[in-house]
């Protein structure tokens, strides 16, 4: 009896120092796909995927730039609080030559409140050299999550 006392008090220990974390629930909120607007790009509204393991998406019709196609990202994303953090980058072609024209890095920062995500992103973009391109562009981004 006292060895079965013992592996029920054992397992509720074990199940009390599984128990999730505010910062653990914090991180696990941007988990979902989400339809963002993004304030400064050409096409104003994406779709963003965040993973559990630390990775994202960003997919965007490809009508906004006339001169480049850049309608896909991939990145990376950390918790920190009640605040995301991370970085895609995109890829661009240009249409004329469909060759390699440079890349775009977003940095960017989120508060997720229920199923609503309001943050800020800056862009930089580089040409086929790595070289900085003009000065960053900063926007502000809103988004809502997708549900069924």
Known sequence: MRVLRFALLLAAITAAGCSSSSSGAAQNAIIGTWVVRDSAAPFPVHMYV??????????????????????DGKGVWISDGDTVRGKWVE????????????????TFELRVHGDILTGTETARFYDTGDKLVGDPLGSTLKGTRVRM
Do not use: L, V, W
Request: hydrophobic fraction near 30%; proline fraction near 3%; glycine fraction near 14%.
């Open 50 to 71: 965040f993973n559990a393991d630390g990775t994202m998406q960003q997919a965007n019709p490809d009508a906004g730039d006339a001169k480049t196609s850049d309608s």
């Open 91 to 106: 890829i661009t072609a240009d249409r004329g030559t469909h060759k390699f024209a440079g890349r775009g890095e977003i």
